[in-house]
């Protein structure tokens, strides 16, 4: 009797023996996946931000580029407001005078 009673606490010790190695196991790569996780969503956010960083650039270019029509609009806008001040002078010589 005394012999089964030792073999069952031998058991049970051996039992919660591999049951703390395993919670310490758990434990360990539990820690291990919180890390992973906290680099993934790192690269996640640094993904995110170089695809914010590249979309700006592209903004900033097309803005540039339309100031640029801009600015080549503006002036043929001077170009033609001249042209139009240069043919109503010349309609104004050709046209002859009323007397007063």
Same mark, same amino acid.
């Given at each position: 009797?005394? +012999?089964? +009673? +030792?073999?069952?606490?031998? /058991?049970? %010790?051996? #039992? +919660? /023996?591999?049951?703390?190695? #395993?919670? %310490?196991?758990? /434990?360990a790569e539990k820690t291990e996946l919180e890390r992973e996780i906290a680099r993934l969503k790192s690269l996640e956010g640094m993904e995110a931000k170089s695809d914010l960083d590249l979309h700006n650039r592209r903004l900033a270019s097309a803005n540039q580029d339309l100031k640029r029509q801009n600015r080549k609009l503006e002036e043929e806008n001077i170009a033609l407001k001249e042209r139009v001040d240069g043919l109503n002078e010349q309609l104004f010589t050709l046209q002859p005078q009323k007397p007063q």
């Open positions: 009797m005394e +012999n089964t +009673n +030792n073999q069952l606490r031998q /058991a049970l %010790e051996n #039992a +919660n /023996a591999q049951l703390v190695q #395993a919670k %310490e196991k758990i /434990a």
